[in-house]
C-alpha cells in the first residue's frame, strides 16, 4: 500500500447521502436495516448451509454471499466438475425465493431464457409465456456454451432487471440474482462471454479443487446421497430483503469512495491494460465493500474492504495486452498481479473518528 494521504470518517451519520448514493440495486425499499447482530446471525446460518455441501473453500462462498446481499450477479468460472453449479443451487436453495435453472447449450434459444409472445385462439390475441428468467435467483448453468446471440438475451435482464419482447416490457420480480457457471474459455464448445456481459457481473470466482482432506470427506458424504438433497431454506424473501437494507446504510465515507475511484480510473491508464475497469466496476466495488463490513460487524467501510474486493470485482473486466499476459503465465495471473499493483501503489486514506 502507498503512504495515507487522505482521513475518512467512521462515523456513519456523516455524509449519510454519500454512502446511499454509493451504489443501488432493483429491489425496492420498504424495509428497515438490522442490527448488526441480526445480520450476523441469518448471515451465518446461509454461511453454515453452504458449508454443508462445499467444504474448505470459504473465501468463495463468502464472495458468493456478498453478491447476493448486494444485489449483483455471480460468475463462477472453472474446470468441470470442481463444484460450480453445486455452489450455485445450494446458494439458490438456501434463501426461500423463487429459483428457475437454465441448461445453456448450442441450440437454446434467446426466448428460451426470456420468454414469447404467443397467439392464445380462444382469446385472439397474444400472450407472453415466460421465460426461465422470471424467477428471484437464476442459475444459469455453462452460459459459455450458448451461442453469442443467447448470451446477450440476458444483457437487459440483468442490468435493468426487465425483459422487453415484441416491444413490450416486462419488469423481473426483486430480488433478481444471476448465479453463472463458465468452463474455460481453453475448453471446445466454449463461447467467451462479450465484454459487456462479464461487466455485468459483480464478482467472478474460482473453486478450484479441493485439498486432499476436503475431497476424502465428500466421498463419504457423498457415497448414499447429495447434501443437495438435504439443504433448505435458511432464510425467507423477507429476511433476505432486510439483509440487503442493512448493508445499503452502511456508510462509505468521500475519502473511501475517492479512494475507489483511483484504484478504478488508474486501471484504465496501465500500461498492461489494453481495456480497463468500468463505472459500473465502481459502483459494485463500492456495494460490495458495504455487504463485506456489515458481515465484518461493521457500519462503515475501511480500505481494507476494498482492498480484498479489487480482485474479485475489477479483474473479469479488464483486458490485458498480449505481451503482458504471455510474460505473466496467462491473462488472468497478469490482470491479478497488476491489481494487487495498483492497491499498493495508491495512497490510503486514515480513520478518523468523530
Not at 464472495?63 to 463462477?76: K, N, Q, S
Not at 434463501?95 to 441450440?107: A, H, L, N
Not at 421465460?131 to 437464476?138: L, Q, S, T
Amino acid at each position: 500500500m502507498g503512504a495515507p494521504s487522505m482521513t475518512f470518517d467512521t462515523d456513519q451519520n456523516a455524509g449519510q447521502n454519500a454512502s446511499q448514493n454509493a451504489g443501488h440495486g432493483p429491489s425496492a425499499r420498504h424495509t428497515e436495516p438490522l442490527p448488526l447482530e441480526e445480520f450476523a446471525d441469518r448471515t451465518g446460518r446461509i454461511m453454515a448451509n453452504l458449508e454443508t455441501v462445499i467444504d474448505g473453500k470459504r473465501e468463495a462462498l463468502t464472495l458468493a454471499l456478498v453478491v447476493l446481499i448486494a444485489e449483483g450477479h455471480l460468475l463462477v468460472e472453472d474446470v468441470p466438475g470442481v463444484g460450480k453449479t453445486t455452489l450455485a443451487k445450494a446458494l439458490a436453495t438456501s434463501v426461500g425465493c423463487t429459483v428457475s435453472r437454465i441448461q445453456f447449450t448450442p441450440d437454446l434459444l434467446p426466448s428460451d431464457v426470456t420468454g414469447v409472445s404467443m397467439y392464445n385462439q380462444a382469446a385472439h390475441e397474444f400472450e407472453f409465456k415466460p421465460g426461465a428468467v422470471f424467477a428471484n435467483i437464476v442459475v444459469a448453468d455453462e452460459i459459455n456454451r450458448a451461442s453469442p446471440k443467447t448470451q446477450s438475451a440476458l444483457l437487459e435482464c440483468m442490468e435493468e432487471g426487465q425483459v422487453s419482447v415484441d416491444g413490450v416490457t416486462h419488469q423481473l420480480e426483486a430480488p433478481f440474482v444471476v448465479v453463472a457457471t463458465q468452463n474455460p474459455i481453453e475448453m471446445e464448445g466454449t463461447y467467451a462471454l462479450p465484454e459487456a456481459q462479464r461487466d455485468r457481473f459483480m464478482v467472478r470466482i474460482s473453486m478450484g479443487y479441493p485439498d486432499a482432506s476436503a475431497e476424502l470427506a465428500m466421498l463419504h458424504q457423498r457415497e448414499n446421497a447429495s447434501p443437495l438433497d438435504e439443504l433448505s431454506p435458511v432464510v425467507g424473501k423477507p429476511e433476505l430483503a432486510e439483509l440487503i437494507e442493512t448493508a445499503r446504510a452502511v456508510y462509505v465515507s468521500r475519502a473511501v469512495e475517492s479512494y475507489v475511484v483511483s484504484i478504478v480510473q488508474a486501471t484504465r491508464s496501465h500500461p498492461e491494460f489494453r481495456l480497463g475497469a468500468s463505472p459500473r466496476g465502481t459502483l459494485h466495488l463500492v456495494r460490495a465493500a458495504k455487504v463485506l463490513a456489515a458481515l465484518k460487524g461493521r457500519e462503515f467501510v475501511v480500505p481494507d474492504d476494498v482492498d480484498e474486493l479489487v480482485v474479485p470485482v475489477l479483474a473479469h473486466r479488464i483486458v490485458p495486452t498480449r505481451r503482458a499476459a504471455s510474460d505473466r503465465g496467462g491473462a488472468t495471473q497478469a490482470i491479478a498481479d497488476s491489481l494487487r499493483a495498483i492497491v499498493s501503489a495508491t495512497p490510503v486514506p486514515l480513520a478518523r473518528t468523530r
